[in-house]
């Protein structure tokens, strides 16, 4: 089943937008590896199957 409802964009103040253009993504870099690995394996949530119906 596919649902048409749509999600709105939040409004955001001027000091969120500041915050949010500040943000860079990038790939990790060799001498951050193990930090990276200790930080997903302590935050990240845990991986469900889907259910299948009976």
């Known amino acids: 089943m596919r649902l048409k409802h749509r999600m709105e964009a939040p409004t955001l103040t001027s000091n969120q937008q500041a915050a949010l253009h500040r943000i860079q993504v990038r790939p990790i870099l060799p ?23 009976e």
């Open 31 to 53: 001498t951050e590896r193990e930090r990276w690995n200790t930080l997903m394996q302590a935050h990240q949530r845990p991986v469900t199957s889907p259910q299948t119906p």
